[in-house]
């Protein structure tokens, strides 16, 4: 198992393109959370989604962000018109489905976005 | 709001040496808690969550709920032991369509040098 994977790894954008991160969950994981860490901060929680779902989206910003996890592919975080506040590492963690005890959350290595 | 202080942004200690890397949260309910960690050039990874009152790698985290502090220690730190480490609350739990999750919030981190 190749646990979460994320790409890109590095994302240098100019202020006001877009910025696509992508998720693949580890297998047999159908629950994806995003965090975002700006620099000298903790992760913040963004997103959780389960397939075709958004479950709660409480710490998404309310405008350009925006998140999906299809059917099929990978989950994707799309940020519109970045601008320079946007730069931050963004951490994507997949869980199974469990109805017991919060699962563990795993991570990817993390896409850093640098807006110039 | 929910919070987590992590006081320390650096530690450093000699191998051999006891290490304690202190948390302290503020939150409503009771929250489960948990300690990550990432390794240099590694992604992050669990290291311990107190409802499973394990010792993982010689580490230990005892849960206070007077102090509202979730410190974590180790009795003879090792030179591997050098990493980042992240105190993480997770709380409120949800169950939402049959299955749990929960919104980790990380504090700054800790980086812990442990010197030979």
């Known amino acids: 198992n190749a646990g979460v994977m994320q790409n890109p790894r590095h994302l240098v954008r100019r202020r006001g393109q877009e910025a696509r991160l992508r998720c693949s969950p580890m297998?047999?994981?159908?629950?994806v959370y995003w965090y975002r860490q700006l620099p000298e901060e903790g992760l913040k929680f963004m997103v959780y989604?389960?397939?075709?779902?958004?479950?709660?989206e409480s710490g998404m910003p309310k405008e350009r962000f925006s998140a999906e996890f299809p059917k099929e592919g990978p989950s994707i975080l799309r940020i519109q018109q970045v601008v320079r506040g946007d730069s931050a590492a963004y951490f994507c963690?997949?869980?199974?489905?469990?109805?017991?005890?919060?699962?563990?959350?795993?991570f990817g290595p993390g896409t850093r976005l640098t807006v110039l | 709001a929910q919070r987590v202080t992590q006081p320390e942004k650096l530690l450093s200690v000699f191998k051999g040496a006891p290490v304690e890397l202190k948390c302290n949260y503020s939150?409503?309910?009771?929250?489960?808690l948990f300690w990550y960690v990432q390794y240099s050039r590694q992604r992050l990874q669990l290291l311990l969550r107190h409802i499973s009152r394990e010792s993982i790698k010689g580490f230990t985290a005892d849960l206070n709920k007077g102090e509202t502090s979730f410190h974590l220690k180790k009795p003879f730190a090792q030179e591997e032991d050098s990493a980042m480490y992240y105190c993480a609350p997770i709380g409120p739990s949800y169950l939402v369509i049959g299955t749990s999750y929960g919104k980790l919030t990380f504090g700054q981190g800790t980086i812990l040098t442990v010197h030979p």
């Open positions: 963690a997949s869980s199974p489905p469990t109805s017991g005890s919060i699962p563990e959350q795993f």
């Open positions: 297998k047999g994981h159908s629950h």
């Open positions: 989604l389960q397939k075709e779902n958004i479950i709660d």
């Open positions: 939150y409503s309910g009771s929250p489960e």
